[in-house]
């Protein structure tokens, strides 16, 4: 897919690690950091880290604005973990992060439990014969989702990746394993155009 370039918002968190997923299913890759970076680009990552974080860098960078506006003319979209945080609409904790509220859900930050920072689960996702390893880090869950939003994994039935139109989130982190098929989702997004 040479003609193809994938951006990954670049501001804080494990965006080197979607970059190379990435770039291991061929897409050329485009670190986005400014508005213009964003314009170059055919669909965007945006990783985990600190939502918190990634949303005074966006602010900052005059980001906010160029992202809600390329995300809603319907750019593909991946949010993983603190990235769907970002995407979406509000937390329960009701903090006013900055958030694009492209999403039409709720989520609840560290949901899973502060005792257990981390965990990895296998998850079986809609459309995908074989689980992904969900490898879960400080992790929000969704708390209530929007009429337009599919629902396409639950952990402890709670809802762990969702998908609405041409956005994608998960509250795990698929690009912290070799299983490319989450990124080669939002690539086939890219292609049915
Ligand atoms: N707990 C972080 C947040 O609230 C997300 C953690 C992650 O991205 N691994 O933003």
Redesign the pocket.
Known sequence: MTSVTVGVLALQ??FREHAAALERLGAAVRLVRTPDDLAEVDALVI????????GKLADWHGLVGPLRERIDAGLPALG????M??LASSTVEGTGQVQLGVLDVMVR??AFGRQVDSFEAEIPVVGLEDPVHGV?????WIEKVGAGVEILAELEGRPVMVRQDSIIATSF?PELTADGRLHTLLLDMIREG
């Open positions: 968190g494990d990783p985990g880290g600190e939502s918190t974080a990634i993983t973990c603190a990235g945080i970002f930050r560290n879960f880090i400080r992790a929000p982190h």
